[in-house]
């Protein structure tokens, strides 16, 4: 099975894979045509950069100009793991995988099928999620399977009738279970030059603070220097200091179920409910809602709802999945209730995510 994805990607085709975080849809990292592929497929904006996945530091060093002190401490402390260092590329790396930047995100993920994968291609694979641009990330392979016609699932037990791509436009799927995180990577951009900063670019299950710990300094996390901005202009597209390049989407809708979506906390769940009565079809007639709750709350008929779990690592592993499942009702609305933002660097990712799918709950 491996063999065949193997040859897949080397031939410049498509093959999705598991990771801890969430499915990625790879391709051959050192190819333009083939990276090419995977912007097409998923309609992404070219200026949105791609991590590039390794099965190891030895890899990734070829890939950048040098790897630095900083790169060596964290991946040792967190390879393979949820992870993203960015770092100046070398020449080999074509300027489609950077959005046409100077500098690289590469990542070693934690699961054996995918760095095995990256082995036997021999070659660094692109990885975005594998989901149509600014949709759900999918977190099992028969989410990537529903979101790309004509996806072929290569399973482990697939014997000799098993699917074979039949042309390089195929892409091939392989199936390694649900993901255990279920959020992205944590996008760090590493100093090249004296007096840079370290910088989270993105926000994951790693924290800035277990990065600082590690390097044995401070490191600024750029989606929390946005969010005060966008809270002290009160605008949506407010002047951020971030470029589009090193983070696009931060604050655009990103991460979206299709059906409308809104965010709210334990204290606005008398709001909720009202936004839930008020809830007509298009034909004026009553239309059904889904609310995403932490622990039990009493939803009316035809109300659904669907229970999170309360602790912050199952939630994360949880919520896309979720996010599909609220969509696939057929709903009016979804209405999803953030956890608490106790300094739990979890908590602090999941809330970043849910800000981006949902609009405020008014
Ligand atoms: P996705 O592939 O959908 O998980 O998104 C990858 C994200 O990683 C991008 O949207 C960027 O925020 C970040 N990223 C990837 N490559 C780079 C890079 N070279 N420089 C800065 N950020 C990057
Ligand atoms: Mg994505």
Redesign the pocket.
């Known amino acids: 099975m491996l063999d065949i994805a193997a040859a897949h990607v080397r031939a410049g085709g498509l093959v999705a894979f598991p990771t801890e975080t969430?499915y990625?849809l790879g391709a051959d990292a050192t190819s333009a045509e083939a990276v090419a592929r995977v912007f097409a497929a998923k309609g992404?904006p070219s200026h949105?950069?791609?991590?590039?996945h390794v099965d190891g530091e030895a890899m990734a060093e070829g890939l950048v100009e040098r790897w630095t002190s900083d790169a060596r401490k964290l991946a040792a402390a967190f390879w393979p793991g949820p992870l993203?260092i960015?770092l100046p590329?070398r020449a080999n790396v074509p300027e489609i995988?950077?959005?046409g930047?100077a500098?690289?995100?590469v990542r070693c993920p934690d699961h054996p099928m995918t760095r095995r994968l990256i082995e036997r291609a021999g070659v660094p694979l692109v990885?975005?999620?594998a989901n149509k641009?600014g949709f759900v990330?999918p977190t099992s392979a028969e989410h990537v399977r529903r979101e790309f016609e004509g996806a072929m699932v290569l399973g482990e037990g697939a014997g000799p009738g098993r699917p074979r791509p039949r042309s390089v436009d195929d892409i091939l799927v392989l199936d390694g279970g649900v993901c255990s995180r279920g959020i992205?990577?944590t996008?760090v951009?590493l100093p090249v030059a004296i007096g840079d900063g370290v910088r989270v670019?993105?926000q994951g299950v790693i924290s800035a603070e277990e990065i600082a710990k590690v390097l044995g300094r401070s490191v600024e996390d750029a989606a929390v220097a946005a969010r005060a901005d966008e809270e002290r202009t009160g605008g949506r597209d407010s002047p951020t200091g971030v470029t589009p390049?090193?983070?696009?989407?931060?604050l655009d809708r990103h991460y979206a179920p299709r059906t409308p979506a809104f965010r709210f906390t334990a204290s606005q769940w008398p709001e909720v409910l009202e936004a839930l009565l008020d809830l007509e079809g298009e034909d004026g007639s009553e239309a059904r809602g889904v609310v995403l709750t932490i622990g039990s709350r009493g939803v009316p008929v035809p109300h659904v709802r669907m229970i999170m779990p309360e602790d912050s690592r199952s939630y994360a592993a949880r919520l896309y999945a979720a996010f599909r499942e609220a969509d696939e009702l057929g709903a009016q609305a979804i209405y999803v209730e953030s956890g608490r933002e106790n300094g739990d660097p979890i908590w602090a990712a999941i809330a970043d995510r849910v800000r981006r799918a949902t609009a405020a709950l008014e």
């Open positions: 969430v990625g992404r949105n950069p791609l991590i590039v993203s960015v590329k995988v950077t959005g930047g500098s690289v995100a990885g975005p999620s641009s990330s992205e990577s996008v951009k670019l993105r390049l090193e983070s696009p989407g931060l």
